[in-house]
């Protein structure tokens, strides 16, 4: 119990001194936010015109997607940051300090998770303004959110392995924009999935970013309910399915991202 008490302490520690480095360099939380503001602008006004949603306003229907896209995209700064780390001798220092070693993933996963929440906050003053609305209960919205946090958080440990694994910034940003692409867009995001063609239909149906999206949709409220659920399980039960794909990536990666941590450290 002591050990975990302190890979808490030790987390909490390397959390704030990554929080500190967004306070001394904020180009680092501008940029973060100007790509999803750009899609929000972008989807809303150039080709909302063009994409029709049954019974629901596409830019209602387009927020969840830019949150389950921004959110992801700031799960790869736990990934960017390890590779940097390493890559200056950062990890080296923390290795002479009486620390639990799991204290730095644990803080590198935290603060990052301040930044997407952050983030979000932005995003969501962005969709007020170009017409988004919420039509649940507060409570409802509220487990939205925090359901898009989750998995970024679960999914920011999977992207610590990769920094781990690569161990340069250069090379992790090509590695996790290649991952993250296909996952964002043979989803529900931008598009229902109905009109998608056989395959791309069911690897779209099962995508873990697809589960999050409906999910956030149904507690924003953004879905008609006059619509039939989509057959597909995971969408027809999404907020579980979210809860199933968060409990796994943290049963998986989580370990894996530890193991890997040691042996990048002991090389």
Not at 103 to 108: D, F, N, Q, S
Not at 233 to 260: E, G, T
């Amino acid at each position: 119990m002591n050990g975990f008490a302190q890979a808490l302490g030790d987390g909490a520690v390397v959390a704030k001194r990554n929080l500190i480095k967004i306070k001394r360099v904020p180009d680092l939380l501008v940029f973060s936010t100007l790509s999803p503001i750009m899609f929000v602008l972008l989807f809303a006004y150039v080709f909302g015109s063009a994409i029709e949603v049954p019974g629901v306003d596409y830019r209602e229907f387009l927020m969840a997607g830019i949150f389950s896209q921004t959110v992801l995209f700031g799960a790869t700064i736990t990934g960017s940051g390890l590779a940097e780390d390493i890559q200056k001798g950062v990890i080296d220092r923390f290795r002479s300090l009486p620390m639990a070693r799991s204290a730095v993933l644990v803080g590198r996963t935290t603060s990052d998770l301040v930044n997407n929440a952050l983030v979000i906050v932005v995003m969501s003053l962005t969709g007020l303004v170009v017409g988004w609305r919420i039509h649940s209960s507060v409570w409802e919205a509220l487990a939205g959110f925090g359901l898009l946090l989750l998995f970024a958080y679960a999914f920011s440990w999977g992207m610590a392995i990769v920094g781990l694994v690569v161990r340069s910034p250069e090379v992790f940003n090509n590695a996790s924009f290649i991952a993250i692409f296909p996952l964002t867009f043979v989803a529900n995001t931008f598009v229902g999935t109905a009109n998608l063609p056989g395959v791309l239909k069911t690897v779209a149906e099962w995508n873990p970013v697809s589960a999050v999206t409906q999910a956030a949709r149904e507690l924003f409220g953004n879905t008609n309910p006059a619509v039939p659920p989509p057959d597909a399980w995971p969408l027809r039960h999404s907020v579980l399915a979210s809860l199933l794909w968060i409990a796994v990536f943290l049963v998986v990666f989580v370990p894996l991202a530890i193991r890997q941590y040691r042996r990048a450290v002991s090389r």
